[in-house]
């Protein structure tokens, strides 16, 4: 089969690779059918490490995928073949303290698809995944949603986290796919007041048509100041989404005192610092939010019920043989890209 592999720093290679094998009785084949790029995949893609995970080449690359079913193990119960599903990239041990309490993205001995080290990549034409993995998605849903269900359940979740209220102030700092994803599951949770930022004015407007009631942009405006005068009491949530210094600090000065600062964006150092002052005075509580818990089915359900629009995000598409450019084209955020997506077959 072909698939996609990192070779060096901003090096991918489509190569001939062995098709994977159904090994245990609880696993499914599946016949990959869009992937779409992310941030991660693009960070490894650029830089070759996230913190402690190092890239060693080649690696597999793409995580964010939908397939059908062409192959079952024997004691596969929910899943046959021929169904079309979205695919939650994590495979858990199942059986480690944090996998018994619920909590299997944050699993001790966990494989993610395409993390160094871990589990084979999506961009390639088969992939095994425990059934576990595999939401059936139903048939007025496009594989192209379905792609896109992994990064919206990201937002699903962080909303969940919050547990925002009717009435909300939130500011959303960064407004790429997953800061959209977290505005899309912010408006259709709740009627919450959104200020959305970033540095380019396309996904300022993309944030707009998402359900923001005010986007700008810190290159032009002092965003704090601007959004202090809208809301002079401070806002009740901030969703980092963006992995900044800056944008760490723009949340301590956004909150108001007893305010939650939600974590989700990926900074590219190791380490970030607070105005610990300010922290501890007006008691903000930090809350790191980690991929997904459990979000998969109620976000294809919000989708396939029309309740949250996922379509204006993808912005991009491109084959198999093109994912050096889709990759590119995120790196550089070029042509004002938000989700690039891969057609692997279809
Ligand atoms: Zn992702
Ligand atoms: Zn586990």
Known sequence: MKAAFLTGIRQLEIRETPPPKIKGPHDVLLRVGVVGVCGSDVHYYTTGRIGSMVVKYPEWTGHECAGTVVGIGEEVKRLEVGQRVAVDPLIPCGHCDQ????????????????????????????LVMPERSCY?????????????????????????????????????????????????????????????????DERLAMARRCGAAWAGNPKQIDVVHAIRELEPLGVDFVFECAGQQETFDQAIE?????????????????????????????????????????????????????????????????????????????????????KAIVHVSE
Not at 99 to 126: I, K, M, V, W
Not at 171 to 198: E, K, Q
């Open 254 to 338: 956004l909150l108001k005192p007893s305010g939650t600062l939600l974590m989700i964006g990926i900074p590219e150092v190791d380490r970030i610092s607070f105005n610990i002052h300010t922290l501890r005075r007006q008691e903000i509580r930090l809350q790191s939010v980690r991929r997904q818990n459990q979000c998969m089915a109620p976000a294809i359900e919000l989708v396939s019920k029309g309740v949250i629009k996922i379509d204006p995000l993808v912005t991009h598409q491109f084959s198999l043989a093109e994912t050096k450019q889709a990759f590119d084209l995120v790196a550089d955020y070029r042509d004002g890209v938000v």
């Open 99 to 126: 996998c018994s309490s619920g909590r299997e993205h944050t699993c001790r001995n966990q494989n993610f698809l395409a993390c160094p080290g871990q589990g084979p990549g999506a961009l390639a034409d088969y």
């Open 136 to 200: 059936p998605i139903p048939d007025g849903m496009t594989l192209v949603q379905a792609a896109v269900i992994e990064p919206l359940s990201i937002g699903f979740y962080a909303q969940r986290l919050a547990e925002t209220q009717p009435g909300a102030k939130i500011a959303i700092l960064g407004s790429g796919p997953i800061g959209l994803c977290v505005l899309l599951a912010s408006r259709a949770a709740s009627d919450c007041m959104v200020y959305s930022t970033d540095l380019l």
